[in-house]
């Protein structure tokens, strides 16, 4: 599976463009299938040969950069792949991401 099709590229707007909003909107989630890893994106651009992403990331319960190769080289114990979320609307930060569990 494609995890940056083209379609999510030309979407997505520029690192630090939405800083200046009330609430960002999330484009993307990617997931690692039977864990509680997501990373929802917010923003990206191509970077020396990589893609840098800007979103939330539910293993830390922060907002972080994170490369496209990085999604690419995780993987679960059984050898499971990140996957992007084909099913995934997009829409403001607190409708579609699920509060942590603090």
Do not use: C
């Amino acid at each position: 599976m494609e995890l940056l099709p083209d379609d999510l590229k030309a979407q997505l707007p520029p690192l630090l463009s939405q800083e200046a909003e009330d609430e960002a909107t999330v484009y993307a989630r990617y997931f690692l299938p039977g864990t509680e890893r997501n990373w929802y994106v917010m923003e990206g651009e191509p970077q020396d040969g990589d893609f840098l992403f800007f979103g939330f990331v539910t293993i830390t319960n922060e907002f972080d950069h994170f490369l496209l190769s990085e999604l690419q080289n995780v993987h679960g114990l059984d050898g499971q792949a990140v996957e992007l979320d084909l099913k995934f609307a997009s829409g403001k930060l607190t409708d579609v991401v699920p509060a942590p569990d603090l």
